[in-house]
């Protein structure tokens, strides 16, 4: 009863560095999701892929790439990092992306990375 | 535009008094709304979901909200609060056609013995 497997859980940086956090999910969900939270901000989104093979730019997408590796893993990768990009990160995965014509699909948080930038 | 506001960042009530946490909304079309629950070092856990069906929307661990059009509102209520319902409320509202779910601020809920 996994659901949504992110991984690393804490990951400390220098400014520059680089790195990848990984995201799986094992309920055969279409559409996968990255979120970003501040304080004082909620969640705001990053990036998402409503399918296998398709991803696209949510609020925030500026100094973030992501992959949709399969329809199980997304990951979204910092390539120089900086330290506005503190934050918790979750990745979420719903059934498709689709809510009006599914009756509201539903997201699935995983447990979050806390990335601290230095 | 803010799609989603939750009024009041924090809110502390006493063990077995009434919990209000306070969100309005704004969408251009019928919208979707959520209440999501973020204990401490956990992602978030759907409390409800409205998605206009009747307007008074039961939730897990005795919560529910209200639907309120004419006032753009989704409060949500819990009768008597527990110790274990301290956590982050988020209200998310679908505003439009392109279908993002968008997040309010959150409301942190402290309940005193």
């Known amino acids: 009863n996994a659901g949504v497997t992110q991984t690393p859980k804490f990951q400390v940086l220098k400014t520059g560095q680089s790195m990848t956090l990984q995201c799986a999910q094992d309920?055969?969900?279409?559409?996968m999701y990255w979120y970003r939270q501040d304080p004082g901000m909620g969640l705001r989104l990053i990036y998402y892929?409503?399918?296998?093979?398709?991803?696209d730019k949510g609020e925030v997408p500026n100094g973030y790439n992501v992959s949709r590796l399969n329809k199980r893993e997304f990951s979204l990768r910092l390539e120089s990092a900086a330290p506005s990009q503190t934050s918790v990160y979750f990745c979420?995965?719903?059934?498709?992306?689709?809510?009006?014509?599914?009756?509201?699909?539903?997201?699935?948080f995983g447990a979050g990375s806390r990335l601290t930038v230095l | 535009a803010q799609s989603v506001t939750q009024l009041g960042s924090h809110v502390s009530v006493s063990e077995g008094a009434l919990v209000l946490l306070r969100c309005n909304y704004s969408?251009?079309?019928?919208?979707?709304l959520f209440w999501y629950v973020q204990y401490p070092n956990q992602g978030l856990q759907l409390l409800l979901k409205?998605?206009?069906?009747?307007?008074l929307v039961k939730g897990i661990n005795g919560f529910e909200a209200e639907f309120k059009k004419s006032e753009t509102s989704f409060h949500l209520t819990k009768p008597s609060a527990h110790m274990s319902d301290a956590a982050e409320y988020f209200c998310?509202?679908?505003?439009?056609?392109?279908?993002?779910?968008?997040f309010g601020s959150g409301t942190r809920l402290l309940v005193r013995p």
């Open positions: 979420a995965s719903s059934e498709n992306y689709s809510w009006a014509r599914s009756g509201a699909n539903v997201l699935t």
């Open positions: 309920m055969n969900h279409n559409s």
């Open positions: 892929s409503a399918s296998e093979g398709t991803t």
């Open positions: 969408s251009s079309v019928p919208p979707y």
């Open positions: 409205y998605t206009s069906a009747a307007t």
């Open positions: 998310a509202v679908i505003p439009d056609s392109s279908y993002k779910l968008i």
